[in-house]
């Protein structure tokens, strides 16, 4: 449907008015009027018509003047202005060329020849405007940060900006034809999640978001595109409008945040814990020679130390300058150990550990600091969602092919309702009160896991346990591989 188009008519004279009246409200226009020349300036600058019928003779300012002062006023000089006019002289058409008119009508008009005019000039004038906006559309496109993608059947490129071809390495007309999903393939890019990507390109709103992940690598770090189709503006439109946007900072500032976080809350609850003895020295009957005193003391003196070493140490990883450094290898041959810190931190009874022999000796492209806050993360939930917060935890540790190895964390928990499963990587997602009917936290834990290991090139999968109850988690990482100095993953 077209927008109607706005005519000011405007003639000192009533007859004239309504003459013009009757002959163009059966054409379906949008009409305004003015009596003078002050009053069609004030009426212009409010409704930007247009079409301006303007007379030629009248008191005051006449046609001239007002066609004059259209043509200097920013938003107006390009309106089209028809002059009616009595007098049909060369000089008058001329001077009326001069001040700005694009026509003439001479009185008495021809109806059929004021309607064709009319009928023409607003046409013109529509299509101008649609041509203007299409410039400055495509003007702040290709100035814009975000990508934007013209997708037609089968994901072929019909169209990309500046800065989709920039993050996507579109730098080959050839490569438009390759097809969306193809192309970043090549480019080393993964769907993440996947089960958001099933129904591609089917709109997404309202569901998982769908990101474009290209690992970090030694030279490079990570990038994280948020892919969005939308709305076409146009039913002409015929394809796929897809919107790229950047939002690796957004993703490493919140596991920044959230790694710190879990640094903090494991580096100062033990000699926290151990500070409490100085409550007990309180009390006004204990003996301070006796040996429980003795005892106490020494504890809290040793906790205070600890505490006084965290502190200094978690002021070093503030002044660090990258919180998490996945280029960092991590030997598999630590795995062991580092699973009994854990455990022992979070007092976890029951950890068993069983390494391929195809993997004990491989070196995994992701940080020891990585890999621990994933760990934690997965034996805090396994605890948390134990009926008697006592789980026993399964790591196995298998070759998936010559690139990645499987990482499997199983417990014997609560299993999550299969509907909730695909769910459990989003943001903010509360898998408690599937468990416990409370929504306890912020729910970004296993989000910020997923986003540790897609960054690194690896993907998850959590699925409920076929044996007994309980869920296992699955990791795929990526392995480093000798002698390549990116740590191809």
Known sequence: MHKKSRLLIVDDEERGRDALKILLAPENYLLSFAANGEQALNRAAELTPDLVLLDLLMPGIDGFEVCRRLRAHPKLADVPIIMLTAISDRNTRLRGIEAGADDFITKPFDRVELLARVRTITRLNRYRRLLAERVRFDWAVEQSNDGYLLLTAGNVIQYANSAARF????????????????????????????????????????????????????????????????????????????????????????????????????????????????????????????????????????????????????????????????????????????????????????????????????????????????????????????????????????????????????????????????????????????????????????AMIARLVWGSGGSCRLHNREDKPGVTTELTLPLTVEGDGEGER
Do not use: C
């Open 167 to 446: 993050y996507l390495g579109l730098l080959k007309e050839s490569s438009l034809s390759e097809g969306f999903l193809k192309h970043t393939e090549k480019q080393k890019f993964r769907r993440e999640p996947a089960a958001a990507w099933e129904n591609w390109p089917t709109p997404n709103v309202g569901k998982m978001p769908r990101y474009l992940v290209r690992p970090e690598t030694q030279r490079s770090s990570s990038l994280w595109l948020q892919v969005d189709i939308l709305e076409s503006p146009s039913d002409s439109l015929n394809g796929q409008l897809v919107h790229l946007r950047d939002v690796s900072e957004q993703m490493n500032l919140q596991q920044q945040m959230w790694s710190f976080q879990t640094l903090v809350s494991h580096k100062l609850r033990a000699p926290l814990n151990g500070l409490v003895g100085l409550q007990i020295l309180e009390q006004g009957s204990m003996d301070l020679s006796s040996t429980k005193a003795q005892s106490l003391l020494k504890m809290a003196r040793d906790s205070a130390k600890r505490l006084q070493d965290q502190i200094l140490d978690i002021l070093r990883y503030v002044d660090s300058s990258q919180l998490l450094q996945h280029n960092n290898a991590f030997s598999l041959s630590e795995l062991s150990a580092l699973l009994t810190k854990i455990r022992g931190d979070l007092e976890i009874n029951t950890v068993s550990l069983q390494i391929a022999d195809s993997v004990a000796d491989k070196s995994l492209a992701f940080s020891h600091q990585g890999l621990e806050l994933v760990l934690r993360e997965l034996f805090t939930n396994a605890k948390k969602f134990h009926p008697q917060h006592s789980p026993a935890i399964e790591v196995s540790v298998t070759h998936k092919d010559a690139k990645t190895i499987r990482l499997s964390v199983s417990d014997n928990g609560q299993p999550v309702p299969n509907q909730e499963l695909a769910k459990v990587w989003t943001p903010y997602y509360q898998s408690e009160k599937y468990f416990t009917g409370e929504v306890k936290g912020m729910g970004l834990g296993l």
